[in-house]
């Protein structure tokens, strides 16, 4: 069972022993396993039941209907990846998914739009009744529990509650829908081994499961459904700035057989040139820094390139 964190209570950005209560219980999961679950979403039952319907739909249409909005066409990494369009494990065969990503849908007068930027620009959306709305409602709710969890977070930390604030209020985050088509042998992994790359993924995923993680020194562990909860982990851009005190831990999805399974991950990232260096906090004389200071576009970049054979054209 993961640990169950309460974002709600940072929502105020004021410390309160609730709050303190609630990052120390991120903190030890943060340390412990790099994996926990969050209640107060700020997500209806409704919510959570439109995101998939809407996965489903938007999946069920045929191909050719789908590459209208291929990624490849995209300058900004927005809209429909086919299955094997993404290897997140080079042990393994490309991933046995399609996926749908969008982020948010940015115009000519954005200044990252203006310079060229790889993580500012338009989305691409299929064209069908209510999905940019429903995509873009949920996003906004994802990003306000995301970054609750941030202020817990730095509270945990020994920062002020609203440190990363500023450095997310132009933020380049994520929302992916994935189908993870029915496999049929046992051996198949529908996502392979990875971790993520950047700071924080909130993840919904329907009753099939299949999510796997992989806490150190300790066997692979079956993450299972919970209604109307989302399954947040750390990604490799967090552990590098937290000096490798948080853990962006190994996990993998393992489907059962013959089933069709949906899920919808948010990548929470910062805004881009946001400049990762290790939080004073996470440094001693025994565990000096690990990590130069690094950009977190310049990240992220470097993790797309190697995952995705577009890219790589």
Not at 81 to 95: C, I, N
Not at 267 to 295: G, H, M, Q
Request: proline content about 8%.
């Amino acid at each position: 069972m993961l640990p169950l964190i309460d974002p709600a209570v940072a929502h105020a950005r004021t410390i309160t022993p609730a709050v303190r209560v609630e990052a120390e219980k991120l903190y030890r999961a943060c340390c412990d396993i790099g994996f926990f679950t969050v209640k107060n979403t700020n997500l209806s039952t409704e919510e959570f039941v439109d995101i998939f319907t809407l996965a489903h739909r938007f999946f069920a249409q045929p191909l050719e209907e789908k590459m209208r909005i291929s990624i490849e066409n995209s300058s900004h990494h927005r809209g429909y990846g086919k299955v094997g369009a993404e290897q997140l494990s080079p042990e393994t065969p490309a991933d046995f998914k399609e996926t749908f990503d969008m982020s948010r849908d940015l115009g000519p007068t954005h200044p990252g739009v203006r310079a060229g930027d790889l993580f500012y620009g338009p989305n691409q959306y299929p064209q069908f009744e209510g999905f940019k709305e429903t995509v873009e409602r949920y996003y906004q709710r994802l990003s306000e529990t995301g970054l609750n969890l941030l202020a817990l977070m730095a509270v945990s930390l020994e920062l002020p509650i609203d440190y990363f604030d500023p450095l997310f209020d132009d933020q380049t985050s994520v929302l992916r829908m994935i189908h993870y088509p029915p496999v049929t042998d046992a051996g198949q992994i529908s996502a392979g081994v990875h971790t993520d790359y950047g700071c924080l993924t909130l993840l919904a995923q329907d009753a099939v499961g299949g999510l796997e993680v992989k806490p150190r020194g300790q066997d692979w562990i079956r993450v299972p459904y919970e209604p109307d909860m989302l399954v947040v982990n750390i990604g490799d851009l967090m552990q590098r700035w937290s000096n490798d005190v948080f853990q962006s831990t190994p996990h993998r999805v393992v489907p059962p057989l013959g089933v069709d399974r949906y899920s919808i991950p948010f990548f929470l990232e910062p805004n881009t040139k946001t400049r990762v260096a290790c939080f004073d906090s996470c440094v001693t004389p025994k565990t000096p820094c690990r990590y130069e200071p690094i950009f977190s576009d310049d990240w992220i970049t470097s993790r797309f390139n190697q995952t995705y054979a577009y890219r790589q054209k």
